[in-house]
């Protein structure tokens, strides 16, 4: 069964970085495009970006362009996103979430990743 | 785009019917003559899970008191009758425009 495994909860300072990992299984790592989604506490859904596993070239969305990074490891079917300059209202749950092909949406999600932005 | 969802609020008694709307500040209608629209409902604590996708097309496991329907920029997401289970936020999601955007969520919770 399709699985994506997200890391844990991460707490960083105003101005840091934070890396979150999602991994992969029960399916062709390379095939499927993976997405990541944001939610800030008590609020709506929103795209930060996409990244193709095969070629390793992502698409980010304008609201986070110059600040976030996404990347992937092949071998261990793991794809990465770094968001630097934290402010504290990037504290939020971050999802990974696979692109369903050609419907144009996602189809499984990870469990979330909380991200605290905290001095 | 922008997406807009009505009511934000939907307080629905077990058994009855729940409709939620979503327009789209843009069509939604692609050029290889596709909508992209999801629906998505997030129980409390959990991820996110697809109903719904190109409009009407329900998810494998989903009930079929779930449906969608719409077309260009005004889209409907129906609960034919509503179930304690059914509790969450509800969010529509276009794909055809980059990047994907979502509606604000729509709550809904039993009256």
């Known amino acids: 069964q399709v699985q994506l495994v997200q890391s844990g909860a991460e707490v960083k300072k105003p101005g840091a970085s934070v890396k979150v990992s999602c991994k992969s299984s029960?399916?062709?790592?390379?095939?499927?495009?993976l997405y990541w989604v944001r939610q800030a506490p008590g609020q709506g859904l929103e795209c930060m970006g996409i990244i193709n596993p095969n070629t390793d070239s992502p698409n980010y969305a304008q609201n986070f362009q110059g600040r976030v990074t996404m990347t992937r490891d092949t071998s261990a079917s793991t794809v990465y996103m770094e968001l630097s300059s934290l402010r504290f209202e990037d504290t939020a749950v971050y999802y990974c979430a696979r692109g369903d092909g050609y419907n144009y949406s996602l189809d499984y999600w990870g469990q979330g990743t909380l991200v605290t932005v905290s001095s | 785009v922008v997406m807009t969802q009505s009511p934000l609020s939907l307080p629905v008694a077990l058994g009855q019917p729940a409709s939620i709307s979503c327009r789209s500040s843009?069509?939604?209608?692609?050029?290889?003559?596709?909508?992209?629209l999801s629906w998505f409902q997030q129980r409390p604590g959990q991820s996110p899970r697809r109903l719904i996708y190109k409009v009407s097309y329900r998810d494998s496991g989903v009930p079929d008191r779930f449906s969608g329907s719409g077309s260009g920029t005004d889209f409907t997401l129906k609960i034919s009758r509503v179930e304690a289970e059914d509790v969450g936020v509800y969010y529509c999601m276009q794909g055809t425009h980059w990047p994907w955007t979502f509606g604000q969520g729509t709550k809904v919770e039993i009256k």
């Open positions: 029960g399916y062709t790592f390379t095939s499927y495009y």
């Open positions: 843009q069509s939604l209608l692609y050029s290889d003559g596709n909508t992209y």
